[in-house]
């Protein structure tokens, strides 16, 4: 776990240093840029970094957000975007662009509560809507107690900690709660940014963590990796079968193994609540946006193996920092997708 942990802590600080250093300058003829999702940084950058030693070609990441990553795509200003919410047909034609999955990871509800552990708790939906719209406020309120009866649990308020940034982690997170509750629909509803009727904002999941991290009574949501990597306690969710499912790399792959991805154009569908009963139900995975036909189709192939490279040679790494790796079958489906979607030299020939 330590190895894991310090292998996260790298390439989030090498993400935090890319987005530092980072403009919107043209990339050099041996360099990509891409930026976007936070959410997929920690495997974005490790592979990056790997792909580097066996190729020569520097990828670039900037890990500011999927509303950024959608913005920055949009404006020309990279060579790929990055987003956990994925553009409908609609959107992707009016903007000339295209998009795939590239690996899957989950939303975790993490806590910071002394005497818990890491998978420990258990939430419903129900219950964290009601926690995250304010209508839970005592770590011992009896809807908390119902389900961790087995856990001493502190007579403390809780504080909620949410993104504060346009986020994609943020939509997986809200159309679970709005699937989950009613009332959470009607009134805040799903989004890159909501209306956060209580709490307080970290930009990013590196931010939502540290300040989890920071504060004893506190509640907030990240992506699996900046839970591990930041040694958080995070909790079961019960999924639509009624079972408390551990977040996990078998627990997402499950996920996104019951998609029908070929029912969904463009690959444009959410993995929340997918069905299997192994299934997390806030799985989630990372949309790569591109050009279909862009101005330097040598620079998009470019792009394109790497993207190649780490679907079918990226595993290892994927695993190591606690994503999934697409199921075989998605592989396959992705990569004749470029061949009929996007135009590269090769596909000009």
């Given amino acids: 776990m330590s190895m894991i942990r310090s292998v996260v802590v790298g390439v989030l600080a090498g993400a935090l240093l890319t987005l530092a250093s ?3 300058a043209p990339a050099r003829g041996d ?21 580097a030693k066996s190729s020569g070609m520097k990828v670039t990441y900037q890990s ?35 998009q795939f999955p590239i690996v899957v990871g989950g939303v975790v509800p993490v806590v910071n509560l002394p005497g818990i552990a890491a998978n420990q708790m258990r939430f419903s939906g129900a219950l964290l809507a009601d926690i995250f719209m304010g209508k839970v406020t005592s770590w011992d309120a009896p809807a908390i107690k119902a389900l961790n009866g087995n856990l001493q649990l502190p007579s ?9 940034d346009g986020s994609g982690t943020t939509y997986n997170w809200t159309d679970f709660l709005s699937e989950a509750s009613p009332d959470w629909r009607k009134a805040i ?10 709490g307080t904002g970290g930009n990013g999941n590196a931010g939502v963590a540290a300040a989890v991290k920071a504060a004893s009574g506190t509640i907030g949501y990240v992506e699996y990796a900046y839970a591990v990597g930041s040694n958080l306690a995070y909790g079961q969710v019960e999924n639509m079968h009624g079972l408390f499912v551990s977040p996990d790399a078998d627990s997402f792959q499950s996920a ?46 470019s792009a394109l193996a790497f993207f190649k490279w780490a679907l079918e040679q990226g595993d290892q790494q994927a695993a190591a920092l606690n994503y999934a790796a697409l199921p075989g079958a998605l592989v396959r489906q992705v990569e004749a997708y470029w061949a009929s979607e996007i135009k590269t030299p090769a596909a000009s020939n």
């Fill in 256 to 301: 996104a193994s019951t998609v029908s991805w070929r029912s969904h154009k463009d690959f444009s569908v959410l993995m929340t609540d997918a069905g299997g009963p192994d299934a997390y139900p806030i799985s989630a995975t990372t949309f790569i946006l591109m050009y279909k036909a862009p101005k330097d189709a040598a620079r998009s192939a």
């Fill in 156 to 164: 403390m308020a809780i504080t909620v900690v949410h993104r504060s």
């Fill in 22 to 24: 980072a403009g919107t």
């Fill in 64 to 98: 500011v957000g999927s509303g950024a990553g959608i913005e920055k795509i949009r404006a020309g200003e990279v060579d790929f975007g990055a987003t956990d919410k994925p553009l409908t047909s609609d959107e992707l034609q009016q903007a000339g662009l295209c």
């Fill in 31 to 51: 360099e990509i840029q891409g930026a976007g999702s936070s959410f997929v940084a920690p495997v974005m950058n490790q592979w990056a970094e790997d792909y």
């Fill in 189 to 198: 509803g799903i989004g890159l940014t909501v209306g956060w009727p209580t």
